[in-house]
């Protein structure tokens, strides 16, 4: 057969169909109708045989009537006149005795979408929502949201409004939920469908009728509702509890979504639900569809935020198939990061060391990187395992190797001697951009400790003008010039040849302004330079606490079941996992109570040598200054603000003040139960001084909203080993005279005899010298921004009654 052209097959086609002949053929007049179709589907434009196709679908025969509708709802916004032809046709349908016809027709009536034939299919919706069948009022009801959003400005029918509220009684719950559907686009403009007591109950009792899309509508409709009685409530989570647990991920989601948002004011009853759920969440980590995977994936690091260890005892369901996208598997490294602890930390680190080699680039970049944060705990397995790693000399695992080790030792000093010996002699295997970048930072801020340092750089400086990055030219000029201020006898002639050539030579802009200032800078003297370039550095023997705290359900329980945790920014969940590596678990079972319970009548303080009331109740007293860990800090944000400190030291807003405690035993606390207690009133601790070492020092921070603004404040406490004998044993005889007298009170008026006074007050010094001996004065520095003096007090009685509490429990 020859070739035709789109026009000559057109032609013929409406040649065809306008046969008599062919149309008293029934299959011969389908099958021209179908090659209509099919070239339509293949993009030829067939708008010229609207008109004929409208007389097609004059026919009993239903097929031919389905293509045709199909053919007329494409073309008809194009043919607005001739549709009207088709119109009369569809009415009539619509009294079809066969309900298929009928819902067919009013289907296609809808899908027009044309504003001039609303009047003409209003009458066909209002009789279909009375139909005796099932699918025709299924139909009719969807048709009045698609009505209502062709002309969204039209005034809102109450008689149809009213007529689908009333079919959420239809017996077929696909009407029920179709209503709901219909309603929330009638009434968007008012908030949606409303939810009362009445409705909810039904909607709940029919809710196993619905298949599993129309669950979630339900469940995500019932959001709406509020229970008026604890009755109410339990009662609804006891119908839903079956659900909970529901093979299908999607109502599953939708449950677990609903009972966050009941139980908002029970977290204990929230919590309770996220462990229902496990059994259900990791069945769909198996699931054969990896869209669900990767989705079951993103909301299972939510529930990690609030419940860190609920999948701790399945970590190795996390464990990447060697079959799975490079999608997948990069997402479950970050699970698997999360639930590292000392048990698993072995087998966790294997099965990472295995992904590094990945022939997926990114994938073995993304192992790296893993190892590189369960290493802010575990520093020596975690550089033992990136060391052996450089051995292999394959480029994209020595730069990922090197940016790893970079942010290792930013947040770990103490690594940096181990590290300094791994990097001698990669700058020969790197290649790209960020892998220079990470060498040169190393090289600039531990030039000092590395022997070849000079060299290394010598060899980028002589190479500088075949490099293309400009980034890498700033960070080589950063580099050189630190590294001049502690070894400056065989850095001087190169850092001159650089900033020439940067100065004079080079194109790009912000290099050349980089070299300008740090020429300028120089000029300014060596001492200046040295104050800008090189600050103070973090203490090696701080260890950071690699642990957020666990957020409450409210903070994220709105976005969970929506599209919110799919879309975060790679850059915002690297930070999520940088700070939630290592969790604390198994706090003393007492430790809340007796934060509760104890009492401390006095304690003293540097003020004057005086006593300062504390609270009586740790919690009582965060209540009446509020405390809040969010927004969180991160180690590199905490160290920037503390040391910006100085610059604000004038402000009338600022405050930076010194205190001293007395506390016993501080140097026996564990980093766990400490930050455990912290954490129970809002105070996050970020660094901790190992246990038995001295300085001993530990840093705070957290959020005050005791006015109508927030406060930050920063907190250091310093115990240096000395003890505060002199001051100590001043205030313990003032207690002494005090209980004396107050013994010998109590005994005149009981008329004791003076030889029990006297074994009494006997008994009183020895215990009191005793608690003297142990006393240690601890140096506590806060600083605060905005000013807000009764949030620092309150802070600073919280922060006593916890160290007295913890000292208590030590003895």
């Known amino acids: 057969m020859p070739y035709l052209g789109n026009e000559d097959m057109v032609r013929d086609l409406r040649r065809a169909l306008s046969n008599p002949h062919v149309q008293s053929d029934h299959l011969r007049y389908r099958n021209i109708i179908l090659k209509v179709i099919r070239l339509m589907s293949q993009g030829v434009d067939v708008s010229s045989l609207f008109s004929e196709m409208v007389k097609a679908c004059a026919t009993v025969d239903i097929v031919q009537k389905k293509l045709v509708y199909v053919f007329l709802c494409s073309y008809a916004a194009l043919n607005p006149e001739l549709s009207l032809l088709v119109i009369n046709t569809l009415r009539k349908d619509c009294q079809d005795p066969n309900p298929m016809v009928r819902s067919l027709a009013l289907r296609n009536m809808t899908n027009l979408r044309l504003p001039s034939l609303v009047e003409y299919v209003e009458q066909p919706l209002t009789a279909g929502l009375r139909d005796r069948a099932a699918c025709v009022r299924r139909v009719a ?37 179709n209503c709901l559907r219909a309603l929330e686009e009638i009434l968007k403009q008012e908030g949606g469908v409303t939810i009362n007591k009445p409705i909810a109950h039904h909607l709940l009792n029919r809710l196993k009728e619905c298949d599993v899309w129309g669950q979630s509508e339900v469940l995500k409709i019932l959001q709406r509702y509020q229970p008026h009685s604890d009755d109410e409530l339990f009662d609804i989570l006891s119908l839903l509890d079956a659900s909970l647990v529901s093979p299908h991920p999607p109502i599953m989601a939708a449950t677990l979504s609903l009972f966050l948002s009941l139980c908002s004011a029970l977290p204990a009853v929230s919590l309770a639900a996220l462990e229902r759920v496990r059994g259900p969440l990791l069945a769909a980590c198996g699931s054969a569809s990896r869209e669900m995977r990767f989705t079951v994936l993103c909301h299972i690091q939510l529930l990690l935020r609030s419940v860190p260890g609920l999948m701790g005892a399945h970590y190795k369901r996390f464990f990447c198939g060697y079959a799975e996208p490079a999608f997948i598997k990069q997402r479950k490294m970050q699970v698997l990061v999360e639930l590292v602890n000392d048990e698993n930390v072995a087998m966790i680190l294997d099965e990472l060391k295995e992904y590094c080699t990945d022939v997926n680039t990114d994938t073995a970049q993304a192992a790296i990187s893993a190892i590189g944060r369960i290493g802010r705990s575990y520093s020596d397995r975690c550089l033992k395992i990136l060391t052996g790693l450089l051995g292999l000399k394959q480029e994209h695992i020595t730069s990922a190797v090197v940016q790893t080790m970079r942010d290792l030792v930013w947040v770990c000093p103490q690594c940096s001697e181990t590290v300094c010996s791994a990097l001698e002699g990669c700058e020969e295997i790197l290649q790209d951009s960020q892998g220079k970048q990470a060498l040169l930072w190393f090289l600039g801020a531990y030039g000092d400790r590395v022997s070849s340092a000079p ?47 940067c100065i004079d030579e080079e194109t790009d802009m912000c290099v050349r302004d980089q070299a300008l200032l740090y020429y300028r800078l120089l000029q300014c003297g060596v001492d200046e330079t040295r104050k800008v370039l090189q600050g103070r550095r973090s203490d090696p023997s701080l260890g950071v606490l690699i642990g957020r705290p666990a957020e409450p359900v409210s903070q994220w329980a709105h976005s969970f079941n929506t599209l919110k945790p799919l879309w975060q920014n790679t850059a915002e969940t690297e930070s999520v996992n940088s700070e939630n590596r290592e969790h604390t678990s198994d706090p003393t079972s007492d430790l809340s109570e007796t934060l509760n319970s104890r009492q401390v009548e006095s304690v003293p303080t540097d003020s004057g040598g005086e006593c300062t009331e504390a609270p009586t109740d740790a919690l009582a007293t965060s209540a009446v200054v509020p405390l809040s860990l969010f927004p969180t800090l991160s180690p590199e944000d905490f160290e920037r603000l503390w040391l910006q400190g100085a610059e604000h030291a004038e402000e009338e807003d600022y405050v930076c003040k010194t205190e001293h405690i007395q506390c016993p035993d501080v140097t026996h606390f564990l980093p766990q139960n400490f930050q455990a207690a912290m954490q129970l009133l809002n105070i996050q601790t970020l660094a901790f001084t190992p246990p038995h070492v001295l300085p001993w020092r530990v840093y705070l921070y957290t959020h005050a909203a005791a006015s109508p603004r927030s406060t930050l404040i920063l907190a250091e406490l310093l115990y240096t080993g000395e003890t505060n004998e002199e001051g100590g044993a001043h205030e313990g005889t003032g207690d002494i005279e005090n209980a004396n007298e107050v013994a010998v009170e109590g005994r005149a008026e009981a008329r004791v005899s003076r030889e029990e006074e006297e074994a009494f007050a006997q008994r009183n010094n020895i215990e009191l010298e005793r608690e003297d001996r142990h006393m240690k004065e601890i140096k506590v520095t806060l600083k605060q921004q905005p000013r807000d003096d009764d949030a620092l007090g309150g802070f600073l009685s919280i922060l006593t009654t916890i160290l007295h509490t913890l000292s208590s429990e030590t003895e």
Request: glycine letters at 4%; proline letters at 6%; aromatic letters at 8%.
């Open 141 to 177: 009801v969807l048709g009045w949201a698609k009505l209502h959003n062709l002309q969204p400005n039209s005034e809102i029918d109450v008689t149809v409004v009213n007529e689908l509220y009333s079919l959420l009684r239809d017996p077929d719950p696909v009407v029920m939920v």
């Open 455 to 501: 060299y290394t750089l010598e060899v980028f400086i002589d190479g500088v003008r075949c490099e293309t990055s400009p980034r890498v030219k700033m960070e080589l000029l950063t580099a050189s010039l630190r590294l001049f201020l502690c070894r400056p006898a065989e850095t001087q002639d190169m850092l001159g040849r650089l900033l020439h050539y």
